[in-house]
Structures are given as structure tokens and as C-alpha cells.
């Protein structure tokens, strides 16, 4: 099912909504016509929601998206006809809703895409995909009730390929249930969140808390929202493990989504040091006896290339990397997948996690998919 009466509804108003909004802008330009149009000498202004359409003309239509850009994002403004704004993109001129400019860098967390009406997403309705018990491992999970959901990619230049996108943490009560490390019963093999030797570990932990007092599943789920648009647009399309504050997945069937439905599974986190070291991957620990078990080993070198290619991508967009750019872990998550898997950390307590910097994050780890997928 993909969506209810009551989305339907919403939907509808919403339509209802922006049909008004399209009729009062074309009353707005009728209006300019054949008057002398307030001119800028192309001022800066800034996006201020979490994605916006550049238009090659003043109207919601499909066909005429140029391009997205996103919260944060400078543009150069060369005019302003009520309603729509005109903002130069690649040398172009492109309209934009102006209600979603600012004059001065935006601060916070940007707007949801779905409360931001035109500014739209590049992606068709969701599908939402639930744990199947036929699926290898489903029965390791504890927590299952919960939803993904599928998006396809809008863009005509579609790159056949699904990213998982799991924005850690954000299960409730999952702290509180134990699920196995791993599928053979064997003990951990690194320490983490649980320690070497266990058997068992929280099925999803709670996180951290930034030292701001942010929670560690608020910024996980901004960055996620962002990395989705920006996926979608470069024609992937998209498995969202988690779109709110709370998703009844633990990691084993976020997990067991990502391998079912998913071409490779990317796990947002932020690590619990203080000292802002930078991002950097868990890769799969060199140990023998972990890379001698299935499913870890037909599909240990590939996580590393996916970490890898991530952390690549990261450091090109000018994130600062940790160390070598990886440090050994034994994750639940790798040890149950079966697709290239990675738990990418963006950086611990003390880092930045403001819009513009979740930006610059999330256009890395697009680059670092292109590249893992050699586009
Ligand atoms: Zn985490």
C-alpha cells in the first residue's frame, strides 16, 4: 500500500493549494508586463529549504526542472517577479519560488521537502517495503514491525541501481532487546558499542548526543533526507530505512531490507569521541576467523570497497578524514549483509552538523557512489 485516504486527502488540498499559488503568480507576471520590472544586479540569496526546483519557466509543470539545488546553496539573483524569482543556473536563467530564498545564509535545519510544495522532491511516491520472513536471516531480527520505503528516481537518466539509506539509530525500546552478533552464534571479535567476547548486542542502541545536546538520530535522519534528494536526482533510486523519529527496524532487519531490496547499504552515524577527528568507515575487521564466516566472507572486500569509495568522495568534497580514513569494527550490520555494506561515521560529538555542512556531507558520499558504481 502507498498511501492512505488521509494522504490522499492531504494531497489533494495541497494541489487545491498550489493551483492558487500558480494562478496568483501568473497574475503577478501579467501584471509586470510592459512595466519596467524591478531589475537586481545580480544580489546573492540563498535556498532555504531542503530542495528547490530551478524551473526553465514560471510554472509546476513536469519537463521544465533544470536542476535542484539545496538548502544553503548561493544563488545569483537577477530578478524578481513576485511569486517566482529569477536566479542564474549554469549560466541560465531559471525561475524559482521565491518564498524558499533568503537574503542571508540560512541557520538550523532545513524545512522538509514535503512541507516545502513546489520547491518538490525528484522522486514518485514511495512504496513502503516491510521485512519479509522468507528472507534469509529475518528471523535473527527482533524488531520487524516497522517499514522502509522505496523511491524511484524521477530522472530520465536512471541508473538501474537502489542505495540503502539507513539513518542510524531512532528504534525505540530497541536498546532493550538483544539480538545475535552473529548469524553462527560466535562471539564478537572487536570491541564497540558492545564489547569483544559478547554474543548478544542491542538490537539498535539509543546513539549519542552531540555536544550541543543534539541527538545523534536528528542529525542521522537530516543528512539521510538530504543524501535521498540528491541520490534521486542523479537518477539512483533510493531505500529509505528510516523517514521520521522512530522506525520499527532493528539492525538486522534494516539490514535484511537493505539485501533484499537494495544494491548497497550505507548506515549514517556520528562516533562518541569528543575531539571532532573527522569521518571515516568501519570496515571489516582482519580477523581470520570473521572473514572465514558467511555471509562476511563472499562479501567483506566489497564493504570495504564501499567504505573506501565513501570516504574518497567525502575527503574530495573537503571533509576532514580521520587517520587512514577507516577503522576496524565487528558490526551486526556486516555481519548479516549481503550486498556492499558500510557504517559510515561523518564525524563524532564535537563536529559541525549544520545545514551547509550536512550539505557538503552529502554531496561527498554522492560522489562516493558514483564512484563505487563507476559512473
Ligand atoms: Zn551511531
Known amino acids: ?18 493551483g492558487g499559488r500558480l494562478a496568483s503568480a501568473a ?13 537586481f544586479a545580480g544580489d546573492t540569496v540563498y535556498v532555504n529549504c531542503d530542495v528547490l526546483r530551478c524551473r526553465s519557466s514560471a510554472e509546476i509543470k513536469d519537463g521544465n526542472i533544470v536542476k535542484n539545488v539545496y538548502y ?28 524558499y530564498l533568503s537574503a542571508s545564509n540560512p541557520k538550523g535545519t532545513p524545512a522538509p521537502a514535503a512541507a516545502s510544495g513546489n520547491s518538490g522532491t525528484a522522486s514518485t511516491g514511495g512504496t513502503q517495503i516491510s521485512v519479509s520472513s522468507d528472507w534469509k536471516y529475518a528471523d535473527f531480527s527482533k524488531i520487524k514491525s516497522g517499514s522502509a520505503v522505496l523511491y524511484k528516481t524521477a530522472s530520465s ?21 538483544k539480538t545475535q552478533c552473529h548469524p553462527d552464534g560466535t562471539p564478537k571479535v572487536t570491541g564497540g558499542t558492545t564489547g569483544a567476547g559478547a554474543t548478544e548486542a542491542a538490537a539498535v542502541s539509543s546513539g549519542m548526543t552531540f555536544n550541543d545536546g543534539t541527538a545523534e538520530a536528528n542529525v542521522t535522519l537530516a543528512l539521510a533526507r538530504i543524501l535521498k534528494e540528491k541520490l ?38 556520528w562516533d562518541s569521541t569528543a575531539n571532532d577527528k573527522g569521518a571515516f568507515y568501519m570496515s571489516v575487521p582482519n ?30 568534497a573537503g571533509v576532514k578524514i580521520f587517520s587512514g580514513g577507516s577503522m576496524e569494527m565487528d558490526l551486526t550490520q556486516t555481519s548479516y549483509s549481503t550486498v556492499p555494506s ?21 554531496n561527498g558520499l554522492t560522489a562516493g557512489v558514483n564512484a563505487f558504481f563507476g559512473n
Not at 500500500?1 to 498550489?18: I, P, Y
Not at 537518466?157 to 532487546?177: E, I, M, Q, Y
Request: glycine letters at 8%.
Open 1 to 18: 500500500m502507498v498511501f492512505n485516504k488521509a494522504d490522499k486527502n492531504k494531497r489533494m488540498k495541497m494541489k487545491r493549494r498550489m
Open 72 to 99: 544553503g546553496d548561493k544563488l545569483e539573483r537577477v530578478e524578481s517577479k513576485g511569486e517566482w524569482t529569477v536566479v542564474m543556473v549554469n549560466g541560465k536563467k531559471c525561475y524559482v519560488s521565491s518564498q
Open 157 to 177: 537518466a536512471r541508473k538501474n541501481k537502489t542505495v540503502c539509506v539507513n539513518a542510524g539509530h531512532g528504534t525505540s525500546g530497541g536498546g532493550s532487546v
Open 232 to 269: 534521486l536526482s542523479e537518477g539512483y533510486d533510493v531505500l529509505m530505512i528510516r523517514e521520521s523519529e522512530d522506525v520499527q527496524l532493528d539492525n538486522i532487519a534494516r539490514t535484511v531490507l537493505a539485501n533484499n531490496k537494495a544494491d548497497c547499504h550505507i548506515a549514517l552515524h
Open 342 to 362: 558500510i557504517d559510515i561515521e561523518l564525524g563524532d560529538k564535537a563536529s559541525d552538523h549544520s545545514a551547509g555542512t550536512l550539505n557538503t556531507l552529502a
Open 287 to 316: 580477523v581470520d576467523s570473521y572473514r572465514a564466516m558467511e555471509p562476511v566472507a563472499s562479501h567483506w572486500e566489497q564493504h570495504n570497497r564501499l567504505g573506501e569509495a565513501l570516504v574518497q568522495g567525502l575527503k574530495g
Open 27 to 39: 497574475l503577478a507576471i501579467c501584471l509586470l508586463a510592459g512595466n519596467a520590472q524591478a531589475v
